[in-house]
C-alpha cells in the first residue's frame, strides 16, 4: 500500500486530526507528529487499538500466503493444474498424455518417508507400458512391479494323472479326478502337481466340502473322500455310473448316469446314502443354486430341480446338455453343439450359440461370466446376455473347468494336463 494512501486509511480512523493527517506529506507536519497525544485521547484509544489489530492481522495475512504448505495439507501452487503435497512435492498434469508427473521433491504413496522420486509401497499394477529413463536397481526391500497380463494367458501344466475328467479348487489348490488313473492330483498355484493313487474305479467327478474333496467313481458304482493330506476312503452303493458331483453344504450328491438309472444319490459325510429316482433321462453334470439341486440330463434334453428331500421338477428344452454351473441367479448348462442354455429358477431357457467348440464339456461362473472348457481344445468366455469370446490351444481335449478367484483351470482330459487361464475381473 502507497505511504499517501495508508495516510488516507488511517486518516479515516482519526477523522477528528486532519491536520496531522494531511496528504501533502510535508517534513513540518511529520516532525511535528506527536503520537502520545493521540493515544491520550480517549475518544480514539479504541481506534488506535483497532489500527493495530488490523496491521497485525494484514502482516501475518502476507505471511501467511507466502508460506509453504506444511505435511499433511494440500495448497495450490501456481495454477489448478499443479498440486503441492507438504512442503517439497509438486504434482500436477503437464499435458493429456501423462497421468502424473513429479516436479521435484520425493512422493510417498502409503509411506511417510519417501526415499526415493517415487516410494511406493504394496503391490504396483501396470496396465500398458512401462517406460523408464535409465537403469533399474531392485534392492531385497523394494514391492515388486508387476504389469497386467491380457486376459486368456494361458499356462499349461502337464503330469497329472492318467485322464483328467473334473477338476474342483479347494480354495488353495486345484485338484483333478483322473478317471484312467484312478487317482486324484493336487496343484498348486505354482503348477506342483502331488497324485494320490486309489480311489475307487474310474474317478469322473470332482467336488469340495469345504476340508476334503470327493470324486463320484464312474466304473466303481461309489465316491471316495480324499483328505488335504492325500488320506483316501472309498464309500460303495451309489447308483449306476455315477458321474457329476456337487457339495450343498452338508452333503454330496452324484448325478447317476447309467442306462436308466435317472437318479442322484445323497451321501453324508460318514458314507451313508440315499438314491432318489426320476430325473430327466442320463443326468451328467450337477450343481447346487443354494436351496436346491440341478441335474443336467444329456440323454433326455432337459434339466431337472431336486429339493434337498429329494422332489424332482423337470424342464425340457435343452439340447444334450452335459454339465451345469449356478450364476447366483440362474442355472446354465454347457450343450453339444456349441451352445450354452441359462435357466431361471421358474425352468424358463434361453439358449445362446456359438461356443467355438462343438462339444463344451465344462462349465464354471467367475462371479462375471460363465465359461465352458471345449472338447476341441478351446475356452468360451460367456457374458450373462450370451455374448461370447473364445481363446484356443489350451491342452488336448479340454473335459472340465474350475476357478480360483483369479484364474479358470483346466482339466485336459488328453495329453494329462492342466492350463491355468487369466481371467480379467477387475
Known sequence: MAPTLFLKYVYSIFGEYPIIFSVQMSS?????????????????????????ITLMVAVFGLYISRSEATPGYLAASGSSSILQVGGGA????????????????NVGIGTTTPAQKLAVVGNTYIDGNLSVGGSVGKAPANIPLFR????????????????????AFD????????????????????????????????????????TNMWTANYTGNSVTKITPAGVITTYTGTGAYPIGIAFDGA???????????NSVTKITSTGAMTTYTGTGAGPWGIAFDGANMWTANYNGNSVTKITLGGAMTTYTGVTKPYNIAFDGTNMWTANEG?????????????????????????????GTNMWTANWDNSITKVTLTGAMTTYASVGSMSKDIAFDGTNMWIANFGDNSVTKVLVNTR
Open 28 to 52: 513540518k507536519y511529520i516532525n511535528n507528529f506527536n503520537p502520545m497525544k493521540i493515544i491520550k485521547n480517549s475518544n480514539i484509544r479504541s481506534s488506535f487499538a483497532i489500527l493495530v
Open 90 to 105: 509438486m504434482l500436477g498434469l503437464d499435458s493429456p498424455t501423462n497421468g502424473m508427473v513429479i516436479h521435484t521433491g
Open 148 to 167: 497386467w497380463l491380457p486376459e486368456g494367458t494361458k499356462t499349461t501344466y502337464t503330469g497329472t494323472g492318467a485322464g483328467p475328467s473334473g477338476i
Open 171 to 210: 480354495n488353495t489348490n486345484m485338484w483333478t479326478a483322473n478317471k484312467d488313473g484312478n487317482s486324484v492330483t493336487k496343484i498348486t498355484p505354482a503348477g506342483a502337481m502331488t497324485t494320490y493313487t486309489g480311489t475307487g474305479a474310474g474317478p469322473t467327478g470332482i467336488a469340495f466340502d469345504g
Open 251 to 261: 452333503n454330496m450328491w452324484v448325478t447317476n448316469h447309467g442306462e436308466g438309472a
Open 338 to 366: 456349441d451352445s450354452v442354455t441359462k435357466i431361471t429358477p421358474a425352468g424358463a431357457m434361453t439358449t445362446y450359440t456359438g461356443t467355438g467348440g462343438t462339444i463344451p464339456a465344462g462349465i464354471a461362473f467367475d
